[in-house]
């Protein structure tokens, strides 16, 4: 582990000690180490003890955002579907977040989903989270048995090889183009904070945008090829807490139940547009789909597009409207059809 | 109103023949399009017979869900028509929906979808005539594209 | 059973023979590939442990139609269902894990009445690659299984010294083999084999060791067990470890009318989602996820094993290594061992 990280961890530990053994959190949530190199678990430390399984490290690819609103509400005393909401204050949580992750948490304050009050907010700059498949395709089929973090370097070995790749070059797609790596919002400042100057945030995009439509419509239907309709991306999506998702409404069926092209283009193309100017391009439905699949180029555009045509940005100020429920008399309306009065 | 177009069972997704027309779902608002689809009717302005109109209570009804459906459904375009600004009987329907067809229609040309399968416009409950022409508009582009193929759903039966 | 000695070129010679009078399919890049006669070379050397895709897709398929009808008003056949005409192509199935292959005798218990993956099975010949090599998260031992199992295929491929060993386990896989295929083993190549073999089990004292234990635990402590609630925290309630899980075979199944051309679908499902159990009435008997998530292991680990006698996981660890959340059936299974 690399000097940062096991200062992060530290740190985190320490904090998340302090806050439940004072009693102002009941729970704390973070990561725990999984059972395999460049694996991370959720978790949700109760007690006081249990803050030293917590840890830090460029595997955290999750968002924990995602857990929030149901953390939250198992915390609360058990009531009724028809009774009020409890007097009084409410038992609060502890969370880690980096930058996409403290945004979601303002998505979920805008969308009123988590009540601000009740989270302690441990925030953590980040210096982009490492992409499993990309260091799986550096290792070319190998299984790593071991995965080592330096400060700019990972160290990969496995049965008979041994490797070492630049980290940057393994780091996932969306943290390369994060301009937004430090929290927006937090109550403590963990570890050291570094700024980042990113330009062509959106080049990946507009270099879909360049090819012709039949060439677009090829990469669309070969991207989502592959996809097995686990629905990992958006159970892993912090924006995703519908009560019942349009995958699962069935009078009437937007979207069929199997893999045909179709079906799946459907579901691709609506889960994207339900992120619509709402997506913080935190990257956790790519790092979570077992297929390999880059749905994230399919929000990306519309966080794009929500930016150059409304100047908005998903996650930065809880206290805004989302773009889409909101609107500007001067919105550009060029693709109208509007015919003149004769 | 039952269309018995969409009930003939013919297949949508048909291939171009000499005689093939669109069919184009139009998702009109209660207030203002519909209005000016009943006024071009009253007013005999002729528009090509390609449309299949669907009331909706205000374009900001008109989600993405039932835009991609209609596509789904083997519809050769989509055309969703609202108040113009300022007149939404719901003061601010169409200005939401606006940003967020603004964005779907990218999205899908984004994806290759052809730009012109779907279309947004504005026509007011006192623009018979302005509503023929948008219909003429659309239908001329839709006819250009031929037959949808992108994103319908085919079962097979032998 | 009749045991062959195969050099390269032998095999080859078959995979082409199979590429040109029927499918056949091979793991290329974690997925399952339609190989052609020119790309027979990718197949032979595939890497260690159990590609991505599950295999179950070619039983299962995805979707599988039931039936068709014509929706049509007035149509003398309206809603009179029609099976559906197109009878699955025969096949074979190379480069099959022994774990995979397992998975398919291991479903076709619970399959053992279902037309449809019957006839698939029926039209599909498994031709297996035992594992010299294995994965850290290959854990097919501890399941009752073998790198060098032969259950649920037709022929097993061993490579050594340079060559393969051949072992025809069914008539299906003497029907694979072309006359004069290969060389009768020698003593050498069986001594070979029996030494493999028995190195791989080095350890593993009792292979049902594990369903024994299984099938003596009290359900309802299980049931009750505490671990569930912190095992499940972290769990997304994705359909990734279900639908990558060979032996996981639950499905749902739905119609779908567009046109007026209509069909009955059957689709993989997963206890993972809550719609899996969801009532007309809008009561969810699983309406939590700590139940989901119990339900997937309690299943794998003491409903099938009770029912049908073995555990319904082949230890390929494709859930461990693709869930999201690192959630790892071996650490489950230790646990709930020690559960009293
Ligand atoms: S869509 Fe993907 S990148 Fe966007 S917020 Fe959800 S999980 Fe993060
Ligand atoms: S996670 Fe991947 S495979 Fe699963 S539904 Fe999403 S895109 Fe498809
Ligand atoms: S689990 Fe066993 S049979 Fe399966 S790939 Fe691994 S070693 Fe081979
Ligand atoms: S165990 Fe993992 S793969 Fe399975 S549903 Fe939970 S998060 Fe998804
Ligand atoms: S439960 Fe996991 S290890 Fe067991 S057969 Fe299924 S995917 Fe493989």
Not at chain 1, 55 to 69: G, K, Q, R, T
Not at chain 1, 126 to 153: C, F, I, N, Q, Y
Not at chain 1, 161 to 179: F, P
Request: charged residues 25%.
């Amino acid at each position: 582990m690399s000097d940062t990280n096991a200062k992060i961890t530290e740190e985190i530990r320490a904090k998340a000690r302090e806050l439940l053994s004072s009693g102002e959190i009941a729970a704390f949530l973070g990561f725990t180490s999984g059972s395999l190199p460049m694996t991370t678990r959720p978790f949700v430390a109760k007690r006081p003890g249990d803050a030293d399984k917590l840890i830090w490290n460029s595997f955290c690819v999750m968002n924990l955002a995602n857990y929030l609103p149901a953390l939250l509400e198992s915390l609360e005393p058990p009531r009724g579907p028809k009774d009020p909401p409890p007097a009084g204050p409410l038992p609060k949580v502890g969370v880690v977040a980096t930058g996409c992750c403290s945004r979601n948490i303002v998505v979920q304050m805008q969308e009123r989903q988590v009540d601000r009050s009740r989270l302690v907010i441990l925030g953590v700059s980040s210096r982009g989270m490492v992409d499993r498949k990309k260091v799986m395709a550096a290792a070319e089929g190998r299984e790593p048995l071991k995965v080592e973090e330096g400060g700019h370097t990972l160290k990969v070995s496995g049965r008979d090889y041994e490797l070492e790749i630049d980290r940057w070059s393994a780091v996932r797609d969306n943290c390369l183009t994060c301009a937004h790596n430090n929290p927006v919002i937090s109550d403590y400042l963990i570890g050291p904070v570094s700024n980042r100057d990113v330009k062509d945030r959106f080049a990946q995009i507009e270099a879909i945008e360049a090819m012709p439509a039949n060439a677009r419509w090829k990469w669309f239907t070969d991207e989502i090829a592959s996809c097995i309709r686990c629905y990992a991306c958006r159970n892993a999506c912090p924006l995703c807490y519908c009560p019942t998702c349009f995958v699962d409404d069935s009078r009437p069926q937007w979207v069929g139940k199997s893999t045909e092209p179709a079906d799946t283009a459907l579901f691709h193309i609506l889960r994207a547009f339900h992120c619509a100017g709402r997506c913080t391009d935190c990257g956790a439905c790519e790092s979570a789909c077992p297929m390999g699949i880059k749905m994230r180029l399919f929000t990306r555009k519309l966080s794009k597009d929500a930016f150059n045509l409304f100047g908005a940005e998903a996650g930065l100020d809880p206290q805004a409207q989302p773009p889409l429920a909101t609107y500007r008399p001067d919105d550009p309306e060029e693709f109208l059809i509007v015919e003149e009065k004769k | 109103m039952e269309d018995k177009n969409l009930q003939s069972g013919t297949n949508l997704a048909a291939s171009p023949t000499a005689n093939w027309e669109p069919r184009i779902v139009a998702f009109l608002c209660n207030w203002c399009s519909y209005a000016g689809a009943d006024l071009a009717g009253v007013s005999r302005f002729q528009y090509p017979p390609n449309i299949r109109i669907i009331r909706v209570p205000c374009s900001g009804r008109v989600s993405a869900n039932m835009i991609l459906d209609a596509l789904k459904a083997g519809a050769d375009g989509v055309l969703v028509s609202g108040c113009h600004p300022g007149d939404c009987h719901y003061i601010s329907g169409n200005l939401h929906a606006r940003r967020r067809f603004g964005l779907l229609k990218n999205f899908l040309e984004f994806l290759g979808i052809e730009p012109g399968r779907i279309n947004f416009s504005w026509v007011s409950a006192s623009e018979g005539e302005q509503f023929s022409e948008v219909v003429k508009k659309v239908t001329g582009r839709v006819k250009a594209l031929g037959p949808t193929r992108r994103l319908v759903k085919e079962i097979r039966i032998d | 059973m009749n045991i062959l000695r195969l050099d390269i070129n032998g095999l080859l010679d078959c995979l082409s023979s199979w590429a040109g009078g029927q499918e056949l399919y091979g793991p290329v890049k974690d997925g399952w590939r339609r190989i052609s006669r020119d790309g027979l070379e990718a197949v032979v050397s595939i890497p260690p442990g159990a590609p991505k895709a599950p295999i179950k897709t070619f039983f299962l398929a995805q979707p599988e139609t039931l039936f068709t009808f014509s929706a049509r008003h007035g149509d003398d056949d309206a809603w009179i269902p029609t099976p559906p005409k197109e009878a699955p192509n025969r096949r074979v199935l190379f480069g099959v894990r022994p774990c995979d292959a397992r998975s398919i005798a291991l479903n076709s218990m619970p399959y053992r009445d279902d037309p449809y993956y019957q006839a698939r099975m029926d039209k599909t010949a498994v031709v297996g690659l035992s594992c010299n090599e294995t994965c850290s998260t290959c854990f097919c031992k501890s399941v009752g299984g073998s790198p060098y199992g032969t259950e649920g295929l037709d022929i097993l491929l061993t490579k050594a010294d340079g060559g393969f060993i051949a072992e025809v386990l069914t008539s299906k896989g003497e029907g694979l083999l072309e006359k004069g295929t290969g060389t009768p083993a020698g003593d050498g190549d069986m001594a070979r084999l029996k030494a493999l073999r028995d190195a791989a089990q080095a350890g593993t004292s009792d292979t049902q060791a594990l369903s024994a234990s299984f099938k003596a635990k009290n359900l309802m402590q299980l049931y009750n067990a505490r671990l569930w609630q912190g095992l499940s925290e972290p769990c997304l309630n994705c359909g990734a470890c279900t639908f990558l899980c060979p032996t996981c075979y639950c499905f749902d199944i739905q119609d779908e009318v567009v046109r007026q051309a209509g069909r009955r679908i059957r689709y993989w499902d997963s206890c993972m989602f809550p719609l899996f159990t969801l009532h007309a009435s809008g009561h969810n008997p699983r309406g939590e996820k700590i139940k989901r998530v119990r339900n997937r292991f309690m299943h794998k680990l003491k409903y099938f094993t009770e029912r049908f006698g073995a555990l319904s996981c082949v230890g390929c660890g494709r859930c461990i290594r693709e869930c999201p959340v690192n959630i790892d059936i071996r650490e489950v299974i230790r646990d709930l061992l020690s559960v009293e």
